[in-house]
């Protein structure tokens, strides 16, 4: 079982920059392509980003390509979120996730089995 808890969450000001931390423990994390996930009110959970096992590799939704930058540390079971330039349509929770398999990768979120708590991020504009 991996466990995850998001932190870096809160209120920016539109153009802003903000940096998520998800400390993962349990499991082998190097092991489980990671990612983030957001949540606004009254819409559904989308995809925002995902990373390798290994961090050879990442991939990012359109609305936020050129803006956001996922990556991780091995060595510290940590995946992060560089969110820059935020907008007021990227206020959410944020949630990072774990695959539920090993060494695989993909960005379809019923294929993650672990996921953190959530963290609010909150643009205004």
């Known amino acids: 079982q991996v466990q995850l808890v998001e932190s870096g969450g809160g209120l920016v000001q539109a153009g802003g920059s903000l940096r998520l931390s998800c400390a993962a423990s349990?499991?082998?994390?190097?092991?489980?392509?990671m990612g983030w996930f957001r949540q606004a009110p009254g819409k559904e959970r989308e995809f925002v980003a995902a990373?390798?096992?290994?961090?050879?590799?990442?991939y990012y939704a359109d609305s936020v390509k050129g803006r956001f930058i996922i990556s991780r540390d091995n060595a510290k079971n940590t995946v992060y979120l560089q969110m820059n330039g935020l907008r007021p349509e990227d206020t959410a929770v944020y949630y990072c996730?774990?695959?539920?398999?090993?060494?695989?990768?993909?960005?379809?979120?019923?294929?993650?089995?672990?996921w953190g708590q959530g963290t609010q991020v909150t643009v205004s504009s």
């Open positions: 990373i390798t096992w290994s961090g050879s590799s990442t």
């Open positions: 349990g499991g082998t994390f190097s092991s489980h392509s």
């Open positions: 996730a774990a695959d539920r398999d090993q060494e695989r990768f993909t960005i379809a979120a019923r294929e993650y089995g672990f």
